[in-house]
Each structure stands twice: as structure tokens, then as C-alpha cells.
């Protein structure tokens, strides 16, 4: 089991940033990658960003050149840095860990950006 835990959601103004983390616990050792996935109200979720146990990343077209992932091994802990938020990026944001088994998720942290 792996439990995953976010934060450094909040109201931001249009053109600022904020940093999401996501810490994991359990068996960390399984993780083969994490994502962030968001869904704002009335849509389904997205995958933001995605980052493999080898460190490649991937985006969203929509957050590209805006939002880094990463991720501290030592930590457990997966990072999300958003900048020049838009009012579009106003979301629920989820931490996910996959494994060879399951796929976990974390509690969600809102992001609301306002114009």
C-alpha cells in the first residue's frame, strides 16, 4: 500500500505561482512514477505532469513551459511548481503513484486562480 499526501494548493492571482508537493508513504519502494492530474468542476481529470523513476517527464500541452515536476527520492516526495498561472489552471489537483499493481491516489489539493 502506498499513501500519498498533497499540499500548497490556495488562491493565487492570474500570472502567479505556487508549489504543489505530494508526500508518499508505505511502500515507496514499488513506485514505479508519479503524476498530477487535476479536475476542475463539471470535467474530468487530466493528467497535468508525469515523471518516471528515471526521471523523464511528461505535459500537458496546456501546461507546457509553465509547471516542472519533479521528484526528491529521498524524500518520497514529488514536487509540482506552477508558474504563470492562468484562471484556466483553477482545478482540483491529485497526486497519483503507479506501482506494477495499482494505481494510487492522493486527497486532492484546490488550485484557484483568479483573473
Known amino acids: 500500500q502506498v499513501q500519498l499526501v498533497e499540499s500548497g494548493g490556495g488562491l493565487v492571482q492570474a500570472g502567479g505561482s505556487l508549489r504543489l508537493s505530494c508526500v508518499a508513504s508505505?511502500?515507496?519502494?514499488?513506485?514505479?512514477?508519479f503524476g498530477w492530474f487535476r479536475q476542475a468542476p463539471g470535467k474530468q481529470r487530466e493528467l497535468v505532469a508525469g515523471i518516471s523513476s528515471g526521471a523523464r517527464t511528461n505535459y500537458a500541452d496546456s501546461v507546457k513551459g509553465r509547471f516542472t515536476i519533479s521528484r526528491d527520492n529521498a524524500k518520497n516526495t514529488v514536487y509540482l511548481q506552477m508558474n504563470s498561472l492562468k484562471p484556466e489552471d483553477t482545478a482540483v489537483y491529485y497526486c497519483n503513484a503507479l506501482n506494477a499493481l495499482e494505481s494510487y491516489w492522493g486527497q486532492g489539493t484546490q488550485v484557484t486562480v483568479s483573473s
Open positions: 508505505g511502500n515507496t519502494i514499488s513506485i514505479n512514477a
